[in-house]
């Protein structure tokens, strides 16, 4: 989607574009859905077309911060996953999208003790979201500071927990049509630039303002969006992407390994 001078799309991991339906621009908020692959890795693209000032790229996903870049007009720059660890671990995995379970009764609380990172409580609401906020920013970043090792705080929505009805079933999906939620695939084989280990500190333009733009993706599995109200995804599309997936499943494992250069997290 562009928006305001700015461009922002999910493509597979060896740079596909995955297509838009839907598309709704009002304001500075721009909405589109794409569709979601259980087991496919993903990145997020961004090109700064026009504009006078520098911005900071936020990324959420889930409702979770995985994290923040910046970029001047004229700039690209693209997210392939998340640093889940210190630069020397080297622990950058990658986004993929998986199948989300929906547990009830009362075996659901002792699903989420025993599963740990996999099952997260965090608001329905934004799960099936990749949100890109665009904000202004100074020219120039404050003193840089020693970049923290982090443990991972995104283990992925693994479960939604409760008595569904209805109409949650046909929006979140049943057994022979699953939802999907976004994980940490497998770790990535990163090259470092030294000034990607440090971090400069961030000083918005107008901290009133809020984000120039917001991108929202809204991911669901191809056949839930034809299902939607007349059809968000013509039903052509859902046989692509069925003949594509069962093609890349095949050779999955000898697909693109994403190396990273001069990441800013």
């Given at each position: 989607?562009?928006?305001?001078?700015?461009?922002?799309?999910?493509?597979?991991?060896?740079?596909?574009?995955?297509?838009?339906?839907?598309?709704?621009?009002?304001?500075?908020?721009?909405?589109?859905?794409?569709?979601?692959?259980?087991?496919?890795?993903?990145?997020?693209?961004?090109?700064?077309?026009?504009?006078?000032?520098?911005?900071?790229?936020?990324?959420?996903?889930?409702?979770?911060?995985?994290?923040?870049?910046?970029?001047?007009p004229?700039?690209?720059?693209?997210?392939?996953?998340?640093?889940?660890?210190?630069?020397?671990?080297?622990a950058?995995?990658?986004?993929?999208?998986?199948?989300?379970?929906?547990?009830?009764?009362?075996?659901?609380g002792?699903?989420?003790?025993?599963?740990?990172?996999?099952?997260?409580?965090?608001?329905?609401?934004?799960?099936?979201?990749?949100?890109?906020?665009?904000?202004?920013?100074?020219?120039?970043?404050?003193?840089?500071?020693?970049?923290?090792?982090?443990?991972?705080?995104?283990?992925?929505?693994?479960?939604?927990?409760?008595?569904?009805?209805?109409?949650?079933?046909?929006?979140?999906?049943?057994?022979?049509?699953?939802?999907h939620?976004?994980?940490?695939?497998r770790?990535?084989?990163?090259?470092?630039?030294?000034?990607?280990?440090?971090?400069?500190?961030?000083?918005?333009?107008?901290?009133?303002?809020?984000?120039?733009?917001?991108?929202?993706?809204?991911?669901?599995?191809?056949?839930?969006?034809?299902?939607?109200?007349?059809?968000?995804?013509?039903?052509?599309?859902?046989?692509?992407?069925?003949?594509?997936?069962?093609?890349?499943?095949?050779?999955?494992?000898?697909?693109?390994?994403?190396?990273?250069?001069?990441?800013?997290?």
């Amino acid at each position: 989607m562009i928006h305001r001078g700015f461009e922002a799309w999910v493509a597979y991991a060896d740079g596909q574009p995955l297509p838009e339906f839907d598309a709704e621009f009002s304001g500075r908020q721009a909405v589109c859905y794409i569709p979601s692959k259980r087991g496919k890795r993903f990145i997020l693209c961004w090109k700064y077309h026009s504009g006078e000032h520098r911005v900071a790229i936020r990324v959420t996903i889930d409702g979770v911060n995985v994290g923040c870049k910046t970029c001047r007009p004229g700039g690209a720059g693209r997210r392939i996953g998340m640093r889940t660890g210190s630069f020397s671990e080297g622990a950058y995995h990658a986004f993929e999208f998986a199948d989300l379970l929906t547990v009830a009764g009362d075996d659901a609380g002792a699903f989420l003790r025993l599963s740990e990172g996999d099952g997260a409580r965090i608001s329905e609401s934004a799960l099936g979201t990749i949100c890109v906020q665009v904000y202004h920013i100074e020219s120039e970043l404050r003193p840089a500071i020693p970049h923290p090792s982090r443990p991972a705080p995104f283990p992925g929505m693994r479960a939604v927990v409760g008595h569904e009805s209805d109409a949650d079933k046909k929006w979140h999906g049943d057994a022979v049509n699953p939802a999907h939620c976004v994980r940490l695939g497998r770790k990535l084989c990163t090259q470092w630039s030294e000034n990607a280990k440090e971090a400069g500190v961030i000083a918005l333009l107008n901290k009133d303002e809020g984000p120039y733009i917001t991108f929202e993706f809204r991911y669901r599995p191809a056949v839930a969006l034809q299902a939607k109200v007349q059809g968000i995804m013509p039903t052509s599309d859902i046989k692509s992407l069925a003949d594509d997936e069962a093609e890349e499943s095949a050779s999955d494992e000898d697909s693109l390994t994403l190396e990273a250069q001069k990441l800013f997290d």
